[in-house]
């Protein structure tokens, strides 16, 4: 079945160190694979996407890479913030309209 | 402009209580989805609305959840004979569809509902 596993489930990381959130899809059909960031008691928002047709895409502090034949995407955040501090989750969705297989979080806590 | 806006909030229920959960999507958006979220996981699909109707119910666990959009363009998520497993916060999810859509679904804030 369609499945998203993301690791690590908490990662801690000084200001201004990188941090790396990795995660593994099975569905082969999968084109999509948004990142959102979720803080307490808000509602997910997403931060960048990318698209099966591209490699790598970077906006700012944040970059995603996607290996679509190993099927493993992946979130980079350098230069962290304490406000960088949340809830990151991925997904993957076949795009269009289809629905989001979202992984299961990884909790992110930046130290000053 | 406006986003996607989920009422109530907060629902404490009683263990066999019917409750309704309400979505209003971004204007224009033709997409609505809802999801399950369970404390530490991952929002989980529940259902999916192109326009009225349900385009893919496959994430329902069982026959007590039922969703609604009859004027495409708010749902309503209704669950009967809750139980406490049903506790969660749930996700109303809303986007456009076609070359313009951009595959993004924008979120809403939830519902936790609570059954006791």
């Known amino acids: 079945g369609e499945n998203v596993e993301q690791h690590p489930s908490t990662l801690s990381v000084q200001e201004g160190d990188s941090a790396v959130i990795k995660c593994t899809y099975s569905?082969?059909?999968?084109?999509?694979f948004p990142w959102y960031k979720q803080e307490l008691g808000k509602r997910p928002q997403l931060i960048i996407d990318i698209r099966s047709n591209v490699g790598e895409k970077k906006d700012q502090r944040i970059a995603v890479t996607l290996n679509k034949t190993a099927k493993h995407f992946s979130l980079h955040i350098t230069e962290t913030q304490p406000e960088d501090s949340a809830v990151y989750f991925c997904a993957a969705s076949k795009g269009g309209t289809y629905k989001y297989i979202f992984g299961t979080g990884t909790r992110l806590k930046v130290l000053a | 402009g406006a986003g996607v806006s989920q009422t109530p909030s907060n629902k404490v229920t009683e263990k066999g209580k019917y409750v309704e959960l309400r979505c209003d999507p971004i204007s224009g958006h033709t997409a609505l989805y809802w999801y399950r979220q369970s404390l530490g996981q991952g929002p989980e699909f529940l259902i999916y609305f192109q326009g009225t109707g349900a385009a893919d119910d496959s994430g329902l666990p069982n026959d007590r959840f039922f969703a609604v959009r009859p004027e495409g363009s708010v749902s309503t998520l209704k669950i009967q004979r809750t139980e406490r497993g049903d506790s969660a916060v749930y996700l109303c999810?809303?986007?456009?569809?076609?070359?313009?859509?951009?595959?993004?679904?924008?979120f809403g804030p939830g519902t936790r509902l609570t059954v006791t």
């Open positions: 569905d082969s059909a999968s084109n999509y």
């Open positions: 999810a809303s986007s456009l569809t076609g070359l313009a859509g951009g595959y993004e679904q924008y």
